[in-house]
T-cell receptor
Framework: DAGVIQSPRHEVTEMGQEVTLRCKPI?????LFWYRQTMMRGLELLIY????????DSGMPEDRFSAKMPNASFSTLKIQPSEPRDSAVYFC???????????FGPGTRLTVL | KNEVEQSPQNLTAQEGEFITINCSYS?????LHWLQQHPGGGIVSLFM???GKKKHGRLIATINIQEKHSSLHITASHPRDSAVYIC??????????????FGPGTSLSVIP
């Protein structure tokens, strides 16, 4: 199994630009999580999908952030417009409902100048 | 008070030493996840446990439900064990799923 796949691995953009991060969960996993990691705040949950439906988006910072999961094998996290304070590593993780052990992707390191 | 706390925050050990990282958690957390993150790297799941003890190679994780405490032990430590170790609790939420509550992490450095 390829594990959780994220793209791009690194993204550098200018303030005000739209950024789209992508995630492909492990096949057969029906839960998907987007996390953000910063030095100041550590790991934070942004949004959780179950069976492609957003269940908990309480961690989404503001309206500039949006996430979709159009099918079981693909999810996107979009930031529009991006700001320097959005600079962080964004992780996607997936799991099954049964054992809850989450498997993390390699992360996308976002730098907003 | 954070729902998941870890100690120590930073740890330096000599190669070969036995290492213990501690995690304490609050009421409502039903299981613990130990994660490892190498510098600049991704996050790897080490253990998921809700009771007892688990062992994988030189790593051992234990949990005491009554005391709401878990430990991660590394035997015969090696420089490649240098990483941040994160304890994460699973907490059932009103939206009917186990939300992960992350601890602050313990940064381990093993010196040759």
């Amino acid at each position: 199994d390829a594990g959780v796949i994220q793209s791009p691995r690194h993204e550098v953009t200018e303030m005000g630009q739209e950024v789209t991060l992508r995630c492909k969960p492990i096949s057969g996993h029906n839960s998907l999580f987007w996390y953000r990691q910063t030095m100041m705040r550590g790991l934070e949950l942004l949004i959780y999908f179950n069976n492609n439906v957003p269940i908990d988006d309480s961690g989404m910072p503001e309206d500039r952030f949006s996430a979709k999961m159009p099918n079981a094998s693909f999810s996107t996290l979009k930031i529009q417009p991006s700001e320097p304070r959005d600079s962080a590593v964004y992780f996607c993780a997936s799991t099954t409902n049964r054992n809850n052990e989450q498997f993390f992707g390699p992360g996308t390191r976002l730098t907003v100048l | 008070k954070n729902e998941v706390e870890q100690s120590p925050q930073n740890l330096t050990a000599q190669e070969g030493e036995f290492i213990t990282i501690n995690c304490s958690y609050s009421v409502g957390i039903s299981a613990l996840h130990w994660l490892q993150q190498h510098p600049g790297g991704g996050i790897v799941s080490l253990f998921m446990l809700s009771s007892g003890k688990k062992k994988h190679g030189r790593l051992i994780a234990t949990i005491n439900i009554q005391e709401k405490h878990s430990s991660l032990h590394i035997t015969a430590s090696h420089p490649r064990d240098s990483a941040v170790y994160i304890c994460a609790g699973l907490k059932w939420t009103k939206t009917s799923y186990d939300k992960v509550i992350f601890g602050p992490g313990t940064s381990l450095s093993v010196i040759p």
